[in-house]
C-alpha cells in the first residue's frame, strides 16, 4: 500500500512533513500563500510529492463547493491537507490538480 520508496527533492527551499521531516514540495511549485486550512494558513502548490490521496468528497468552502482529496503523509500518514479534483465555480477552476499544505504542519528541510 502507497508508496515504497520516498522522492528527495532539491531545491533552495524544501518544505517537509512537520512530523517525520519527509520532503514535499519547492518553493519553486508554491502558487499562493494566501489560503486557509484546517489549522490557520495554508498554501497552495502545483506538485507535492510523498502523499497518498484519500476519497473524493465534495466540500462547501467560502469560495464554492469543491470536490477534494484529503492528502496524508506517505511515511507518518498525518493529514496535511488537500487536493482540488474539481471547483464548480469557473473562477476557481485554476485550483484545479492543485494541492493546499497547512503551514502549521510544514517545516523547512533546507
Ligand atoms: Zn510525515
New binding site residues.
Given amino acids: 500500500m502507497g508508496m515504497r520508496y520516498r522522492r528527495y527533492l532539491a531545491g533552495e527551499r524544501i518544505y517537509?512533513?512537520?512530523?517525520?521531516?519527509?520532503h514535499?514540495a519547492t518553493i519553486h511549485a508554491m502558487r499562493s500563500r494566501a489560503f486557509n486550512g484546517q489549522h490557520g494558513r495554508a498554501y497552495l502548490f502545483d506538485i507535492v510529492v510523498?502523499i497518498r490521496e484519500g476519497d473524493p468528497c465534495d466540500r462547501a468552502m467560502t469560495t464554492g463547493t469543491h470536490t477534494v482529496r484529503d492528502i496524508y503523509?506517505?511515511?507518518?500518514?498525518?493529514t496535511?491537507g488537500w487536493k482540488y479534483d474539481k471547483a464548480y465555480e469557473p473562477s476557481q477552476k485554476y485550483k484545479e490538480g492543485k494541492f493546499i499544505l497547512e503551514r502549521n504542519l510544514l517545516v523547512d528541510v533546507q
Fill in positions: 517537509g512533513c512537520s512530523h517525520c521531516k519527509t514535499l510523498n503523509c506517505v511515511k507518518c500518514n498525518t496535511l
